[in-house]
């Protein structure tokens, strides 16, 4: 019964990590257009091609886990019209990071500093997996005993 259980236990572990895996490698192939940029007037393709970048690096506020092009939300729009105006106005990437941070929080960031309010949600993950693994290891050692 317990073989059952680890085997059963192993093959759920395998294909959860091939499913994100796959899911992962989706996310990357998604096609992001920039027909939000077309619209607005850049002074050099330099500048629109790092405004397109930084609204790709920039989380919407008030959608789930989209960037600010991707996203049709209103305040999604407006925030990329403050990224490319800025952009334009000759404002460094770390200048306009640190505007939306300002004003949205960490919030904005697909990755957020590491501080005292974050260090859980960095090390919680790893200790799960840890502790997953070890058990793991201490089953199947005693199984072949």
């Known amino acids: 019964m ?3 259980l680890n085997r059963t236990l192993l093959s759920t572990w395998i ?4 499913a ?14 920039s027909n939000h940029v077309d619209l607005f007037q850049f002074h050099s393709v330099e500048l629109q091609e790092r405004a397109i970048r930084l609204s790709k690096e ?3 506020p008030q959608c789930q886990n989209q960037n600010l092009l991707e996203s049709n ?5 407006d925030l990329r019209f403050i990224v490319y105006r800025q952009v334009n ?11 939306m941070t ?5 919030m904005v960031l697909y990755n957020p500093p590491i501080s005292s309010s974050t260090l859980l949600l960095w090390i919680f993950p790893v200790v ?6 070890v058990i793991s290891i201490r089953n199947i050692h005693t199984e072949r005993m």
């Open 73 to 77: 939300a209103q305040v999604a729009r």
């Open 20 to 33: 994100f895996v796959s899911f992962s490698s989706q996310a990357e192939n998604v096609n992001t257009s």
């Open 15 to 18: 294909v959860l990590f091939i």
């Open 58 to 60: 920039l989380r919407c």
């Open 128 to 133: 799960i997996l840890i502790i997953f693994f």
């Open 89 to 99: 106005d000759g404002k460094s990437d770390q200048e306009v990071v640190d505007f």
């Open 2 to 4: 317990l073989r059952i």
């Open 102 to 106: 300002s004003r949205y929080g960490n």
